[in-house]
């Protein structure tokens, strides 16, 4: 009977409401179909993300390993008769000393095959064996072994980039050159060691020979340059404009502006230096200095932007307790707000160099793309960087560029994942959590 009661007192259940609550049922269906399909979305854009990062970093790295290594020719030199005053060594007939031990290696080819013997090896070789001599004035009338880089077709051979079964008329190196290069490999003086040449030699013409110390200490001393004028300059006005300036049309117009810069085309910034740095103030041309001062330009929005969000991520508190215990603004500011954003501010400096160190507009429009055999030797002097040296060497007709263009490029971006590293550990060591 209670069942009956309590049955009789329950409302029934109207068509609307049961419709109502299908429908409900069928839009959360829908919903959660729909976020379903988001994650997917994602998890795909992320797959993409990764696949075209691992074919990019996969070319580089098939066709750029090779540069690591360099061929190498054991050259027997002698100079118990060779006429070497020690106090002038550069003086001496080295091309013919350099001759001499090329062809010493073939004692049986005719004179005829000089030509074919010479490039053999690298067109460095006389100035490789007269700085061994000058590093060592003890080898001045002895005979010694010498390990000279192999030109750059007989470096390819031995790499396999070029086939030696495919026909004569279809590789630049001849069946003879195969043949010397088989007797050379099989009487022991070919070795394939590390190639330090590449991060210890300036640039050349001869691949074999070509480094990147030079574009190394350029883009140092042009991102010196940026750091030093970039990192004061961007951190004062993202204070000035962030903890003191008055909030009217002026400042908002300032920080419209500065938006505006972060954003605008490096090339742009290029143009700029070449119009005031050189055309206006008549600065060297190609010089580190000038290339350091044109990124400083470009970089300074990106750090005034990353220091003001520092110094708005800093608790209004700090502020209201340095100001409540006699501080003044200047005080609060400069001895509480500041220290806790630096981080921040350090994270966004490193950032913006980085940026910096890959871009190549700024510095060809400057000059720094010039064919420079010596490492700078002050800011002054004419220098390429990194970025500019990869387009050097892209440009070059030379086989033996290609695997070096790909290994600069790597290069390039071991520095820029260490500088991003740095950022990251700076940014998880220093920052403070409220």
């Not at 106090?87 to 000393?97: F, K, L, S």
């Not at 000089?114 to 090896?121: E, L, P």
């Not at 800011?379 to 050097?392: E, G, N, R």
């Not at 086989?399 to 994942?417: E, P």
Request: proline content about 6%; charged content about 15%; hydrophobic content about 50%.
């Amino acid at each position: 009977m209670s069942e009956i009661e309590s049955a009789m007192s329950t409302p029934p259940r109207t068509i609307g409401q049961e419709l109502m609550s299908e429908e409900g049922a069928r839009r959360v269906r829908r919903r959660y179909r729909a976020d379903a399909r988001f994650r997917a979305y994602g998890i795909i854009a992320i797959c993409i993300a990764l696949g075209v990062l691992a074919i990019l970093v996969g070319t580089l790295v098939s066709s750029g390993y090779t540069a690591f290594v360099q061929t190498q020719v054991r050259v027997t030199v002698d100079l118990r008769d060779a006429d070497i005053d020690p106090a002038d060594v550069r003086a001496a007939n080295w091309r013919g000393i350099a001759t001499g031990a090329i062809e010493s290696l073939f004692p049986d080819l005719p004179q005829s095959d000089a030509r074919v013997m010479r490039d053999m090896v690298s067109q460095g070789a006389p100035f490789i064996i007269r700085d061994a001599v000058m590093d060592d004035p003890a080898l001045i009338g002895t005979v010694f072994d010498i390990e000279i880089p192999a030109s750059d077709r007989i470096d390819q051979l031995n790499k396999g980039a070029i086939d030696r079964d495919s026909p004569a008329d279809h590789r630049v190196v001849t069946d003879q050159q195969i043949g010397l290069f088989d007797q050379l490999e099989a009487e022991g003086r070919i070795s394939t060691p590390f190639n330090t040449a590449l991060f210890t030699a300036a640039d050349s013409r001869f691949p074999e020979l070509a480094g990147l110390w030079g574009a190394i200490v350029g883009s140092f001393y042009a991102l010196a340059v940026c750091l030093v004028l970039a990192f004061p300059i961007g951190i004062a006005a993202a204070i000035y404009l962030e903890e003191f300036a008055p909030k009217n049309r002026w400042t908002e117009m300032i920080e419209i502006n500065i938006n505006n810069l972060a954003a605008v085309p490096s090339v742009v910034f290029g143009l700029l230096g070449l119009a005031v740095f050189l055309n206006v103030f008549g600065m060297p041309r190609s010089a580190p200095l000038v290339g350091g001062m044109t990124l400083a330009l470009m970089t300074m929005p990106t750090i005034i932007i990353a220091s003001r969000a520092a110094l708005k991520a800093v608790p209004p508190s700090i502020r209201e307790g340095a100001l409540g215990v006699g501080a003044s603004h200047q005080q609060a500011v400069l001895h509480h707000v500041l220290p806790l954003a630096m981080p921040g501010m350090l994270t966004g400096t490193i950032i913006g160099l980085a940026q910096a160190l890959g871009e190549t507009a700024p510095l060809l429009l400057i000059g720094m793309n010039a064919f420079i055999t010596a490492a700078p030797d002050s800011m002054l002097s004419p220098s390429t960087a990194l970025p500019t040296q990869i387009y050097i060497w892209a440009d070059s007709p030379e086989r033996g560029f290609v695997a070096r263009t790909s290994a600069a490029i790597l290069v390039l971006l071991g520095f820029l994942v260490c500088m991003n590293a740095i950022a990251i550990w700076l940014r998880s060591r220093l920052e403070r959590r409220w």
